[in-house]
């Protein structure tokens, strides 16, 4: 695994303020339940696993998912998962492996020089008719307003190569005024420091295709 494959993520090193972001981004699960739905049984591979939070919440008796992830502070060696340490470039596992894949929020974001080779390993690693899921921002919602950067992603880079893109509207919720500006202010700064409430509106996308 090379180092400089690894994008920089805060989460290690904060990991309280990953901890309000797991739990307050899709407070309603409707993001876990768009890949409960769409995954097989199997082996599954989780590509940029964090902390394992959505490998947890979406494996079950006959879905065994790996949760592959290449920072070592991020790991979380106390829940109970099957860790894979690697990066979407360069995937330690045999051809056709896999039943599916899925990325949420990790790697294949706008810009990444990579991403077609992270695309390759992936179709490379899951068997013929799986999916491959990415989901990331949709943008244009209140949540992302609050940033200078625009972090939503490129609907047209996905559909160009044969993604079908699905919808979600979930919500940021946080537990307080107070937990809201802690994450929001760490995120977006000033604009994030004087937010006067707990739920914000936030539009994801899941990407998906079927590998030939
Ligand atoms: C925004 S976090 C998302 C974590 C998790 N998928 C989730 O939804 O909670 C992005 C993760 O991607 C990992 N990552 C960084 N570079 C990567 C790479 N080249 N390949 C795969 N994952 C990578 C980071 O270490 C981090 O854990």
């Known amino acids: 695994m090379k180092q400089s494959d690894i994008i920089p993520f805060y989460g290690g090193k ?3 303020l990953f901890e309000i972001e797991r739990r307050c981004m899709d407070r309603e699960g409707k993001v876990i339940d ?3 739905s769409s995954l097989p049984n199997g082996k599954i591979l989780d590509i940029g696993a964090g902390n394992g939070f959505t ?3 979406v494996m079950h008796s006959s879905r065994q998912i790996i949760a592959m992830e290449p920072d070592d502070n991020m790991i979380d060696q106390h829940k109970d998962l099957v860790w894979a340490k690697g990066t979407a470039q360069h995937i330690p596992f045999h051809s056709n492996t896999f039943e599916a894949a899925y990325a949420t ?3 294949f974001f706008n810009g990444i020089p990579d991403l077609d080779q992270g695309l ?3 179709k490379r690693v899951v068997k013929s008719g799986g999916d491959i899921i990415i989901v990331d921002n949709y943008g244009h919602d209140e949540f992302l307003s609050y940033s200078k950067q625009n972090l939503s ?4 880079m996905w559909t160009e190569r ?7 509207e979930t919500a940021f919720i946080f537990d307080s005024v107070e937990e809201a500006r802690t994450l929001l202010s760490f995120y977006f700064g000033e604009a994030g420091q004087t937010v006067e409430k707990t739920t ?3 539009k994801v996308v899941a990407y998906t295709k079927q590998v030939e």
Do not use: M
Not at 153 to 156: E, F, L, R, V
Not at 162 to 168: M, Q, R, S, V
């Open 14 to 16: 904060y990991p309280e």
């Open 34 to 36: 768009f890949l409960n």
């Open 55 to 57: 490998a947890e919440k």
């Open 105 to 107: 929020w990790a790697f």
């Open 120 to 122: 390759k390993e992936a």
């Open 153 to 156: 992603s490129d609907s047209k």
């Open 162 to 168: 044969g993604f079908t893109a699905h919808f979600i």
């Open 200 to 202: 914000f509106e936030y």
